[in-house]
């Protein structure tokens, strides 16, 4: 089975701290995606990464930045966290080939962070 | 500008019933869709896709059925069991594209 694993399932972080998400994915799958669900909003496109050290922002990269220095790991940083941040975040892989196939995503468990 | 639309937030459903959980979208180029489920703490968790050169796919219990010229999409549940409560998501992409567009959820309660 394909897995996406986070590092953490929930965090407390203070306001004003630097963030580190970690996500692995053992399929050597080329895209990775960092995803945030917020209630009424559904999941958000953070940013996504289609290659080692390529990355290109989503729909809200604003507050977060990313780092992919080895295939299978695609870490989300939020350089400062806010309250506004307070969200679960949710890694997810793809194969580069036809939009990972059938299955779409695999998705990782998720790391519910609040920020106070 | 939400190309995916989930307009009904939640739905409540007797046990045995039918759930029917729809999703609306805007972009023409979007030819394949997928719906997944997702539990509280958990990531979401594929369930069953469509591409746009069908208008139905069934996998037991569960049928997408896609309406290209409303560009509408539905799942139907059938029949409905209490492991079913969860929120569902739909998800659309356009070919050449890395990345699906997701809905804003449908939070399914199947009532006992």
């Known amino acids: 089975d394909v897995k996406v694993t986070q590092s953490s399932r929930y965090l407390v972080k203070r306001t004003g701290e630097k963030v580190f998400l970690e996500c692995v994915q053992d399929m050597d799958h080329e895209n990775m995606f960092w995803y945030r669900q917020d209630p009424g909003l559904g999941l958000r496109l953070i940013y996504f990464?289609?290659?080692?050290?390529?990355?290109e922002k989503g729909d809200i990269p604003e507050g977060y930045s990313v780092s992919r220095e080895k295939k299978e790991r695609f870490s989300l940083i939020l350089e400062s966290a806010s309250t506004n941040q307070t969200s679960m975040y949710l890694c997810a892989s793809s194969l580069d080939w036809d939009r990972g196939g059938r299955y779409g995503y695999t998705f990782g468990s998720g790391t519910r962070l609040t920020v106070v | 500008d939400q190309q995916v639309k989930q307009n009904s937030p939640s739905l409540s459903v007797q046990e045995g019933r039918i759930s029917i959980l729809n999703c609306d979208y805007t972009?023409?180029?979007?030819?394949?869709f997928l719906w997944y489920k997702k539990y509280p703490a958990e990531g979401p968790t594929f369930l069953i896709s469509?591409?746009?050169?069908?208008d139905k796919n069934e996998d037991g219990r569960f049928t997408v059925f896609l309406n290209k010229s409303a560009k509408h999409l539905s799942l139907h549940i059938v029949p409905s069991q209490p492991g079913d409560s969860a929120v569902y998501f739909c998800a659309a992409s356009a070919k050449g594209t890395y990345k699906y567009i997701f809905g804003t959820g449908t939070r399914l309660k199947v009532l006992a």
């Open positions: 972009n023409s180029m979007f030819d394949y």
């Open positions: 990464s289609y290659d080692v050290k390529m990355k």
């Open positions: 469509i591409s746009s050169i069908k």
